[in-house]
């Protein structure tokens, strides 16, 4: 174990607390809070019930990528990926041991990293795993963690509190079979030469534009909630950022920018990048192919890019509604609902974006909510830090727009200007140096 278990004067008479769902978020919360001696009942819903999006009974499913993003401290995800490696956060500690070729980015095996972290959950001494759903928020100190997927009797008791919720379309990308691609096509590369981790499907000219077109004019699977879903930019379905232009995709993610295949003289003009999805290379995800297409249409209209002809699906793309709250002036800056002190909220429900801002959502939350119960000072990260910066602008957000967000330097604090570096990756690297100084000296002092 990382942490000793702390047991401290009349900790055995704490009360348990709740933490409601056992995605990253719950899992981090959960952890954190029986690391520091705290009793927990993490109650989940899976075996008993399931969302669509889920696929696997056991916790902290990846349900869209398996990628957890940039792993280089001059990107915000790296960034925050680094300061809960030093807070001994259990999900990036899985991530590093079930990680999978990928450049630059934090890939993980799906199914490994799933198992490894539900056997540290299930095993832990201070954890009690329940399975079934939960129908009302708990009165005692709790950190509710559902997800964007939340719906039902806990829905309807989160709205109560906070009235009728926010919603977006989020969309995952395909799975193919790796023994199913014609490997004559396809070229093993990373962007840049910075290794071979990814297959890269290339295209000429017109096989672009022909794939495009088809894209466009391909069927989609109808979405019953909204007559026109509101889809966060983030995570983008490829077929509605094609009809933004027809060259949306070759200077998005079908770019070719830093990729050149060494058996042919001439540059693709465009690249559809396959991503590494298990420990075994037996199967990989089409980058950035999030997608609401009918499965019918995905074989067909991804069958013609080079390589994928005849590939066999071992996943479809799929769409879901999300749900996030109202966050900005109803949480503050440990993701504690102001009117309910005792009660936290974790994860994508809160309106952080992506595998690792939700679980520093969980990692903020239940480190405070321990020293809540503990009678310690609460842990403001601040927003010198990629966990602070996400948990304030969570929490203090002005506009009247307020919707999902990525890390990023945007949203940390500014560095001095007279110690401010013109060039844009010196002043990232700055922040980056000036944030981990930050999470040291909080690890050293408060910690």
């Not at 952890?31 to 019930?49: D, S, T």
């Not at 925050?80 to 990680?99: C, G, Q, V």
């Not at 309106?351 to 609460?378: F, M, R, T």
Request: aromatic letters at 8%.
């Amino acid at each position: 174990m990382w942490y000793a278990l702390r047991r401290r004067k009349g900790m055995e008479m704490l009360e348990a607390v709740s933490v409601i769902g056992a995605g990253l978020a719950g899992c981090e919360a959960a952890f954190q809070l029986a690391e520091r001696g705290i009793p927990v009942k993490l109650h989940e819903m899976k075996p008993e019930k399931r969302q669509p999006a889920h696929k696997a009974d056991t916790f902290a499913e990846l349900v869209c990528s398996n990628s957890l993003r940039s792993d280089r401290l001059q990107n915000g995800a790296g960034l925050m990926k680094e300061e809960m490696r030093r807070l001994h956060s259990l999900i990036i500690w899985a991530a590093d041991k079930t990680r999978v070729p990928a450049g630059g980015a934090l890939a993980v095996d799906r199914e490994g990293f799933t198992a490894l972290v539900t056997q540290r959950i299930t095993s832990h001494p201070n954890i009690q795993v329940i399975h079934g759903e939960v129908a009302s928020l708990p009165q005692g100190p709790a950190i509710v963690a559902t997800g964007p997927l939340t719906d039902g009797p806990i829905l309807e008791a989160i709205e109560a509190l906070f009235g009728p919720g926010l919603h977006f379309y989020d969309a995952a990308a395909p799975i193919v079979a790796a023994d199913s691609l014609d490997m004559e096509k396809v070229f093993r590369a990373s962007r840049y030469e910075r290794g071979s981790d990814y297959l890269n499907c290339p295209m000429s000219r017109q096989e672009y534009l022909d794939f495009v077109r088809a894209l466009i004019a391909a069927e989609t699977a109808p979405l019953h909630d909204f007559e026109t879903p509101r889809v966060f930019e983030g995570c983008m379905p490829v077929e509605v950022m094609a009809k933004r232009g027809e060259m949306t995709l070759a200077f998005g993610p079908l770019k070719p920018v830093g990729l050149m295949d060494a058996r042919r003289k001439e540059k693709p003009f465009a690249v559809v990048q396959l991503r590494q999805d298990d420990a075994a290379g037996t199967m990989y995800n089409i980058v950035g192919f999030q997608t609401n297409l009918k499965f019918g249409e995905q074989r067909r209209v991804f069958g013609m890019i080079p390589g994928l002809e005849h590939a066999e699906f071992l996943r479809y793309g799929v769409m879901h509604r999300n749900t996030f709250l109202p966050s900005p002036g109803r949480l503050d800056w440990r993701y504690c609902v102001k009117e309910r002190p005792g009660l936290y909220f974790a994860g994508q429900i809160t309106g952080v974006e992506g595998y690792v801002e939700s679980a520093g959502s969980g990692l903020v939350a239940g480190i405070n909510l321990a020293h809540d119960l503990l009678g310690k000072e609460p842990v403001d990260f601040t927003r010198q830090t990629a966990l602070g910066a996400m948990a304030h602008y969570v929490s203090e957000y002005c506009g009247s727009d307020f919707q999902p967000m990525n890390i990023n330097f945007g949203i940390m604090e500014e560095l001095p200007a007279a110690e401010r570096p013109r060039k844009k990756t010196d002043r990232y690297e700055a922040l980056s140096k000036r944030a981990l100084q930050a999470i040291d000296g909080i690890i050293a002092n408060k910690l």
